[in-house]
């Protein structure tokens, strides 16, 4: 495997950042996750949008122009030649001191690694995921906006800790009024008597590229899409169930807490969108070679 760093591609046992990188020390820095099937790079547009907006969020200008910076993701896929798998883009603080202060880190380092792996295998996809509900409530966005994709996401980690610690194939995550935001690295939505509901982005979760996604294939499909303010209740009762992300696309969830959801199975509305999905990520893209 060939990983970008700076403009050059180094094998993974030379692919190495300083200890004083301000990421690695702080977490200070951002970062996407982003897949590419059939050789073309889905939804490149939205995650470098989302990219630019989480850099600037956080004060960080980023090295590249927009040029450069999707010509660097396209060569990462093409120095592997891969035609499917993921890609983790990664922008750094960069090397300062051992203080806080940004302003002594010059220069923000690019990661760039592409890999071909999938997250869950497609047996999840036909049974199902279990979902818990987690203790560890998303951080507030008045503490740290949740929209900013940044490296520091000792959060979710902790709440994908009680997932795992449980069994669970994800933790679902509330926020501090106890509403639902979303789970530990994926969005969540539900079917209920025919209409898609998923929690507003002001509940705490991260705008999801493929929660837009879905959007999409539901207004193409004819579904109406709602975002209320969610609670477990909705989701216990819910006729269907099913989680957004990069990694996970489109997945099944049959059980909240141990309470089945629907009659336990994926349903037919979830199986129609993971259809049309999956024929989106095959034909359309960003060409990379
Ligand atoms: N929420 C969190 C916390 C995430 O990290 C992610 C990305 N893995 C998502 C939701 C889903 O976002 P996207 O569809 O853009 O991958």
Redesign the pocket.
């Known amino acids: 495997m060939k990983i970008y760093i700076d403009g050059a591609f180094y094998p993974e046992s030379e692919a190495k950042v300083s200890v004083f990188d301000h990421g690695l020390l702080y977490g200070d820095g951002v970062f996407e ?1 982003i897949r590419f099937y059939n050789g073309r790079v889905f939804e490149l547009e939205a ?1 470098l949008d ?1 990219l630019w907006d989480s850099s600037r969020a956080i004060c960080l200008t980023l090295p590249l122009s927009r040029e450069e910076m999707t010509e660097a993701v396209l060569a990462s896929v093409r120095e592997n030649g891969l035609q499917d798998g993921y890609i983790r883009l990664v922008v750094t603080r960069g090397v300062g001191t051992l203080g806080l202060n940004p302003e002594t880190c010059k220069r923000p380092s690019v990661i760039i690694i592409a890999a071909s792996i999938t997250l869950y295998p497609e047996e999840l996809y036909l049974r199902g995921l279990d979902v818990i509900t987690c203790g560890t409530r998303r951080i507030a966005p008045g503490a740290f906006s ?1 929209q900013v ?1 940044s490296l520091n ?1 000792l959060n ?1 980690v902790l709440a994908k800790i009680e997932a795992v610690q449980a069994g669970a194939g994800e933790g679902l995550m509330l926020n501090e009024q106890g509403y639902v935001a ?6 969540i939505f539900i079917l209920k008597r025919g209409t898609l509901f998923t929690p507003p982005i002001s509940a705490g ?2 705008r ?4 837009e996604v879905v959007f999409k294939i539901a207004a193409e499909l004819g579904i109406a899409v709602r975002e209320p303010e969610m609670t477990r209740y909705d989701i216990y009762t819910a006729d269907e169930c099913f989680l ?5 696309e489109i997945i099944p969830v049959i059980s909240l807490d141990k309470r089945l959801i629907g009659n336990g199975k994926p349903g037919p509305q979830t199986a129609r969108l993971i259809a049309r999905f999956r024929e989106l990520t095959q034909s359309s893209g960003t060409p990379i070679y």
């Open positions: 996750g995650h989302r949740p994709k996401y979710n979303e789970c530990t690295g994926d969005n979760g991260l999801g590229i493929t929660r957004t992300g990069t990694a996970a």
